[in-house]
C-alpha cells in the first residue's frame, strides 16, 4: 500500500486556550523499526492533551509534538522485526504523541486489537484511561475482590473505567462526583455509593458508609486538600494511588499517620513509562480484561464526538467538566 506523503493533523503552534489548536498538513510518519503506522478513524481526548496546549505537559524529546494519546484504525505500514500485526488488521493503541492527525506511527507492542463488536470510537475510548486504571489501581496498588475502593472523579473517562473494572473484581467502590447527575451516572455504572463533593463532606459520608473501617485503595487524580482526606480515611495497610494533580501539587499532611497505619503511596504518569513497561501493561490488559470487554461486562462510554478539524470544541467541553465518560475525535 502505497501512503500519501502528507496528512491532516492537529499542531499546538503555542500554549493557550482551545482556539490555538490548528489544523495543519505534516509529513505522514514512517513506521521505523518494530512500529506500525495506523490510519486512523477515531481518536481518543484526555486531560493530558488540554495541558499539553496550555504548555502544562512537557512533550518528552523522543516523543511526536502533534497531541493525542489514543488511537483506533486500521494497520497500513509495518516496520522492520513486527510479526504480530498484519496490514488490514484494525487495532486500538496507546501513542507516544500524534494521535491528532490522520495518521499515526505506533510501537507495535502498544497495540490491541479491537473487542468483539466495537467499532472504532468505542476502540480508541479505551488505551489511555485503561492503561492507566489498570496499572496504577491494580498492578501498583494491588488492589483484590472483597476490598473497598474509592475513585475520585468518577464520572471521568478514567473514573468510569475504574468503577467498571473494580466492580468486575468484587470491588466495593465509592466515587466522589461533582453533581447529582454526575453521581447517578457513576451509580449506573455500579458504584455502590457516590458522593457530591460539591454539597457533601465526602471524606465523612466515606467514613460513614464503611462504619470507620476506611478504604482500602483510593485512586485520586486531585492531590492539593484531597491528600490529608485520603490518608484519613485509608484503612491499615490502604494503598494510595495519586495519578493526576486536578486540585494542586502541593499538600499538608500529618505523616504520621502513614506510619502508624502502614499506609503505601504510589504514584505514576503513563506517558513518561518505558516501552517496555508499556507492553507489559497492553499484555496484561489482553491476558485480564479485553475477555470483559468481549462479553460485555464493561464498556467505555462515549459522551460526545466530534470530527478531528473541532479538536478546539472537544477541548472546551472537556475543560468544563461537564462530561460524563470519554470524548472521541472521528477522523
Not at 490502604?238 to 495519578?243: P, Q, T
Not at 464498556?299 to 477541548?315: M, S
Request: net charge negative.
Amino acid at each position: 500500500m502505497t501512503l500519501p506523503t502528507t496528512m491532516r493533523a492537529i499542531d499546538i503552534p503555542q500554549p493557550g486556550g482551545p482556539e490555538v489548536l490548528t489544523a495543519v498538513d505534516w509529513p505522514v510518519p514512517d513506521a521505523g523499526d518494530g512500529a506500525v503506522v495506523i490510519r486512523n478513524e477515531a481518536v481518543g481526548v484526555n486531560r493530558p492533551d488540554c495541558l499539553q496546549r496550555q504548555g502544562n505537559y512537557p512533550v518528552p524529546t523522543d516523543a511526536n509534538p502533534i497531541p493525542g494519546l489514543e488511537v483506533a484504525g486500521e494497520i497500513v505500514a509495518l516496520g522492520a522485526g513486527v510479526d504480530r500485526w498484519q496490514v488490514g488488521d484494525k487495532v486500538t493503541a496507546l501513542t507516544h504523541g500524534g494521535g491528532y492527525a490522520e495518521y499515526t506511527a505506533v510501537d507495535a507492542r502498544h497495540c490491541l486489537r479491537w473487542p468483539k463488536g466495537f467499532d472504532a470510537v468505542q476502540a480508541a475510548a479505551l488505551p489511555e484511561t485503561f492503561f492507566t486504571v489498570y496499572y496504577n489501581m491494580i498492578t501498583r496498588a494491588r488492589l483484590k475482590s472483597d476490598e473497598t475502593l474509592l475513585v475520585h472523579g468518577g464520572s471521568s473517562g478514567i473514573g468510569s473505567t475504574a468503577i467498571q473494572l473494580a466492580k468486575s473484581m468484587g470491588v466495593t467502590v465509592l466515587t466522589t462526583a461533582g453533581s447529582a447527575e454526575k453521581c447517578d451516572f457513576c451509580t449506573g455504572l455500579g458504584a455502590d455509593k457516590a458522593i457530591d463533593y460539591k454539597t457533601e463532606d465526602w471524606e465523612a459520608v466515606a467514613k460513614d458508609f464503611t462504619e470507620g473501617k476506611g478504604i482500602d485503595v483510593i485512586l485520586d487524580m486531585v492531590g492539593g486538600a484531597y491528600f490529608q482526606k485520603n490518608l484519613n480515611l485509608l484503612s491499615r495497610d490502604g494503598r494510595y494511588a495519586l495519578i493526576a494533580l486536578l486540585g494542586g501539587a502541593q499538600a499538608t499532611a500529618n505523616l504520621g499517620l502513614i506510619l502508624g497505619k502502614r499506609l503505601t503511596i504510589t504514584g505514576s504518569t503513563l506517558r513518561p513509562q518505558t516501552p517496555v513497561e508499556k507492553a507489559e501493561i497492553a499484555d496484561n490488559l489482553l491476558r485480564d480484561v479485553w475477555p470483559l470487554l468481549d462479553a460485555g461486562t464493561i464498556k467505555p462510554h462515549i459522551y460526545a464526538t466530534f470530527p478531528l478539524e473541532d479538536a478546539p470544541k472537544a477541548h472546551a467541553l472537556m475543560e468544563t467538566s461537564a462530561h460524563r465518560g470519554k470524548i472521541v475525535l472521528t477522523v
